[in-house]
């Protein structure tokens, strides 16, 4: 027992992912004891960052709004940074919104300890010592690979259940949390709960005004193109 828990927790790319899949384990009981496992939708959508003069007047009652702009049609959107656009890609490939995203990120995460720990059962790299940690890289590409062929038949199986993803969920008028800062050139993650299920979606920042981490903000609509909703803060 005692070189199973060594083993788990040494060296230190063990830890890491041993520590990491504890988290979810955790995650995963208190879904269960809440009475709710559906997990953390993810729409993961390119960034469109719009640059607009905007006139919106709102009427914010319970979970309501009330939306009149005014756009410049002649407005082009920008196109998504580089990083941001290799990221969104690697969430669509992971499955995410066809398989909730803290079902994705576990899958991932168990794929990734897996692979630690059968990794690390070579001497070489448990002399590596801290530096065993580089090994995380070449296993996470692999755990990437792995996680997209395991969720093909999982978001399959869920949508014969009835699981539709975000698309089926109106958020316009929903208020809930910021998870990330945003600003007119940087897209996040807010976190609102729908039906006692917490649900995290991709925003940006309707009139182009910074939102920091842990703002509540409402949702005021969504992308006609993507699944990014835009939002303000909530005053």
């Given at each position: ?12 790319s063990?830890?890491?992912m041993t520590v990491?899949?504890?988290?979810s384990?955790?995650?995963w ?15 993961a ?14 009427d914010l009652q ?6 009149v702009?005014?756009?410049d049609p002649?407005?082009?959107e920008?196109?998504?940074?580089h990083?941001?656009n ?9 499955n995410?919104?066809?398989?909730p995203f ?10 990734t ?6 990794t ?11 530096w ?19 969720t ?6 869920l949508k ?7 698309e089926s969920?109106?958020f ?9 800062s945003?600003?007119t ?20 920042s ?15 609509e ?7 909703y835009y939002?303000?803060k909530r005053m």
């Amino acid at each position: 027992m005692k070189d199973i828990i060594h083993h788990l927790f040494f060296p230190v790319s063990n830890a890491i992912m041993t520590v990491l899949m504890i988290i979810s384990v955790i995650y995963w009981l208190f879904s269960a004891l809440m009475g709710g496992l559906d997990g953390i939708g993810i729409d993961a959508q390119p960034d469109v960052d719009v640059d607009v003069d905007v006139d919106t007047n709102f009427d914010l009652q319970q979970n309501h709004v009330d939306i009149v702009h005014d756009k410049d049609p002649d407005i082009d959107e920008p196109t998504l940074s580089h990083e941001s656009n290799l990221f969104i890609k690697l969430l669509h490939y992971m499955n995410v919104g066809q398989v909730p995203f803290m079902m994705v990120l576990t899958i991932f995460k168990f794929f990734t300890w897996a692979g630690s720990l059968l990794t690390t059962i070579s001497p070489h790299i448990i002399k590596l010592g801290n530096w065993s940690i580089i090994i995380l890289i070449p296993l996470a590409i692999v755990a990437i690979i792995l996680t997209h062929y395991v969720t093909l038949p999982l978001g399959n199986f869920l949508k014969k259940t009835g699981y539709h993803g975000d698309e089926s969920i109106d958020f316009i008028g929903r208020e809930g949390l910021m998870q990330s800062s945003i600003d007119t050139d940087k897209h996040g993650i807010m976190q609102l709960v729908v039906d006692q299920d917490p649900i995290k979606i991709m925003v940006a920042s309707w009139d182009g005004e910074p939102i920091q981490f842990g703002d509540r903000v409402y949702v005021i609509e969504r992308s006609k193109t993507t699944n990014l909703y835009y939002v303000v803060k909530r005053m």
